[in-house]
Each structure stands twice: as C-alpha cells, then as structure tokens.
C-alpha cells in the first residue's frame, strides 16, 4: 500500500466538508504503520467515497512481485449500501459481484432459474456453451481480474479459501461497527426443521439437562449429524441429473455440514478465544441454536488474513478498544481517525417528548400515551412524512390498532415481514404526508430532504437479554458494552433524517429510559452526539385532535381506511397547532397521489388490514420477537 496515493484516488472532483482533512488523517494513520485504521465519519462525510481513495493506495500489478498481494476489496454488511455503490458514476470503478443466487439463468427454459440451480450446478459434467456470458460467472471474472473488488460482507465471507478471490494488499469494510456482530451471526448454526434437510433422520437430544454440560453435548450430537449430512449429500453427488430442488438439498446439506465440521473444531480448540453456546428451549426433539461469543477465529480467517492493510469506516464505532477486544485486533496496531460532523447542530434536534418506561412491565400503560403523543406530532407535522421507529413488530401492532381507534388511519402506513421493502419504497415514492411505522429501519436508510421531516424513537433499542449471548455477557458484567449496542443504534437511527448539511429533521424521544442511556453512555458518545444530547428541549406540542392529524391529507377520522374525502388532495396551509419550521417546502404542496384512489397501504385499508396479525407472530412483548432473539436485533433488520 502506497498512503501518499490516497488523495490522488479520490474519485471526486472536489471535497466537500471535511473530506480533505479525514483523507490527509487517513493517509499518516497508514503512513505511521498500522495495519488497521477505524475511520469513525458521521453522516454525510461521504464515506464511499473516502473509502475509494484508501482502495485506490493499494500495490498495483506493475508494482508487484509474483507473491505479493494486489489491488483491494470493498465490502459493507448492507445489501442497499452496495446497490447505492453499484449506482454512483463516481464509483464506477468498483466491481460488484453478488452470490448466485442473485442471478438467473440466461439459457432457454431456465431465464427465471436461480444460477445455483441452473443446469451447471444439477448436472454433472454439465459443459455450459454459455458461460462466457452468463451473468454471475462474467460479473465474477470482471470482479476477480480488477483492482477493485466490491461485494457483501457475506459474500466475503463466504468465499474465504476461494481461488478465485485470494488475499489482497488492502480491505475496506464501510458500515464497519457491528462486524462482530455479524460475524456472531454467520458463525452461529440454527438447527430446525426447517434448516435441517435430513431432520428426521435424527433424534435429537435434550441438550440442556446432559451431565456432560450443553455445549458438549451438543458438540457429540453436530458430530452425528454431520456424518448424516454427508451421507446424504454424497447420495445426491452419485446421481447424474437433479432438480433445482435436490440441487438446493444438496448444497444446504454441504453447507450445514461445513457448519457442523467448524463448530466442534473450534469448539474442541483450547486455544480458540471463542465461547460457544447453546439455546434449546423446547428440550429434546425441538429446534436449537448453536451461538459463538467474540469468534476471534472465524474473523481471522474470514476477514483479517484477507488482506494486508484494513480500513473500517463507521458513524458509530463508539470505543477504539472495546471494537477491537471484540473482532480479534491488536489495539497497538490499529489507529482511529475521527471525522467531525459538518451539519449544523440545530438542524438535527432531538426532542424530549418521554411517555415513560416501554420495557415489557410498564408497556401496557406507556405504549397508549406514545400513541396519543404520535397524532400530536402529526398535528405539529401536517403536511410533512414522519417516520415511527417502533423497535419490534409487536409495538409496530399495538401502536397501528390504537391508530385505527383513533381514526387516523388514513395517514398511516405499515408493514409487514414479506413486504417490508415494498412497503418502503412505495412510502418513499408517495408524495402524501404518510407516516410509517417502521421495524429495525435504524440503518442504510437515506431519507434526505422531503423523504422525511420527523421521526419518533419508540423504545430505548436494548439488545434482548432473552439471547444466550447477551446473558452470558451481562452475566460477566459488560454492561459498557449492552448500553453501547444500544446507543449505536440510537445514533444510526438519528442519521436517517439529516443528510446534507442543508437538510434538517426532528427526532422525537418517546422512551424515557433514551435519556438514561445517554447517561450511561455518556463517555463513549461521539462529541458531534453529544451536542445533540447536549442540545435536548421540551417543545411546545398541539393538543390531541385526531382531526388535526390528518389535516395535511384529504380525508377525516373514521375507523378504517381511506376515510372521507376525494382522492389525490391534500390541505395546504397549517392549523393552529401546527409546527413552526425552520424552512424549506412541504412535503406534499401542491396536491399528492392519496386519498379514496389511493393504492398505498395504511393500516385500515383493505389492503393492508391483514398487516398486524400477519406480522405478529405468538410475541406479546417486543423484545421476544422472534428477530429480537438475534445478536443484531438492534442493527440488522431482516
């Protein structure tokens, strides 16, 4: 790696903000002779682009000998942030490439066929007369010969060990924070019906209550079902021609087998820094899941000997020394480099709207008030979209039928699990006043200008203390890190709204137990954060009138759908209660698509009715959703 190249490899034709500064920082963090820079850059700092100038400074070919590491890969945990990537002219030079499954077919009969069932991958010896074209392998071979590689941290992953994606000089990972989370997740192994091809095939042991300890004895029983596993795959390898079916069997039995073969190996390894776990909570014959603690080991040979030098750039890498403690990193060998905000503080407010407490035992008389308080902010907002984080499909439920009680459905928008992008994008493209009741939309959301004016934190975002992981960490006493995990996710939620240094949006605190995070967290809170914080106010808000909520969309209260008025208005103007803004046009002026035509979803209408029992699952509390039991409950979304 060359540091003096970074500046040149800008891909920009200007700077912007603090670009030249963080790009100057980067280039002595490297020069000083780390191996690893944390690039801690807030909203808007432009961190793609910053990561294309560290890429740029790798070893090139002509520079090196035959058994030296080249070129560079960019990687990000979030599937939109490399759709943003692969859209931006300015980052043209970073070849994406997607697993198989991303890509269909291209011969006769099998254009809706998925490349890891098409006919090369369920035929043995199968000779492709169309390779040369077929998408996924043409994307890869562009991707494998450039010098810039870009793809999902879980297509990264994956192909650690690949000959085609070896070890090169330099490795940016953007959206670095919850690495170790998401690594926590790829390594763990959920072991169901559903996961399990060869299930009953099995018996499947108690686990909890052997003598020899859980861990153990599921050690003893992934060994037995490995053996299952492989026995099964090589009956289908015998065979000359599978569906896509038998083909999707076969790989998901090599790949849980792969899965099985490294957890007793690491498990049985005394010098592994990793701590496994097990959560079996149906005893024996029921599902369980098999959980990794700080996997050093699998970070080791997924991510840090894939390359030379490191760049991991995040908004929200709060503490230098607890990130590296949990991936597996030297902090000697590793610099932090701190980018400073360049949005004006007041034009990202937070607010101190606190109903109280919405942990499980104070919900049933909190959630109410954070209901009524939501259709006082429609009213200070009328003609502005607002956005609801609700924390947990079952607030997201609750909080959708006291909308529907208090008639103001018209206005509002929800989803479910199936049609959560959906549902997102149609929000996104209305031109109403919607507000929508989000669930883990905290992150790689950009909801610049008239996306989004407003938003409401429901619920201080505490990762579950139901997950084996998080109880056995608090267990040890790492309540720095629990409040962490969820001031990260505070922060991130606090980035959807503002993002350019003209923009502005309000961020409603709805949860009192926010602010005692922020004490808590108080010495891990980024300054620029902490001017927010810092800055924290009471406003004066409009009196419960859900006639006034609705006052920027053509319709009246009633108990369901679309209620009362013609389609495609919207009321121009405020009532009396309304918000006095800093500026900037309204999100709706001028007439939008709503009203009784309307086909966007909000929670009465016929369409979108079936939404909150189709996405409660059996939960009656937010944090035992079935995604909350999940090491990124907090981050991850789907």
Known sequence: MDPDRIRSSFPAPSYRGNQEAALADIRDAFAAGNDVVLVRAPTGSGKSLLARAIAGAARTVEEASPAQATGAYYTTPQVSQLDDVAADDLLDDLNVIRGKSNYTCILPGEETTPVNQAPCARQRGYDCSVKHRCPYYSDRAIASNRSIAAMTLAYFMQTAGSDVFRKRDVVVVDEAHGLAEWAEMYAAIELSPETVPVWDDVTVPDVTNAEVGPVERTSRFAEQLAGVCERAKDDLLARDELTP???????????????????????????????????????????????????????????????????????????????????GLDPDRVALVDVGHTFPVENRPLYDVTQGKMTYEHRDETLPKVARLCLQLMARHPDEKGLIHAHSYAIADRLAEKFREFGVAARVRTHGRADRDAQLEEWKATDRPEVFVSVKMEEALDLRGDLCRWQVLCKAPYLNTGDSRVARRLEEGQWAWYHRAALRTVIQACGRVVRAPDDYGDTYLADSSLLDLFDRAEHDTPSWFRDQVDRLSTPDLPEFDPAAALAGVDAEPGPSGIAGGSPGGTRSGRNAGGRSGRGGSSSSAGGGRGGAGSTSRSIGSASGSSTASSSSSSSSDGDDDPMADHPLSDVWGE
């Open 245 to 327: 079916e038998q083909a999707a069997r076969r790989d998901r039995l090599q790949e849980l087998r792969s899965e099985l073969n490294y957890f007793v190996e690491d498990y049985r390894d005394r010098d592994s820094a990793t701590t496994w776990v097990v959560d079996q909570p149906g005893g024996a014959d029921s599902p369980l899941t098999v959980k990794p603690l700080d996997p050093e080991k699998y970070l080791s040979h997924t991510v840090w000997e894939r390359g030379n030098k490191f760049a991991l750039l995040s908004a929200t890498i709060l503490n230098k020394a607890a990130f590296c403690r949990q991936v």
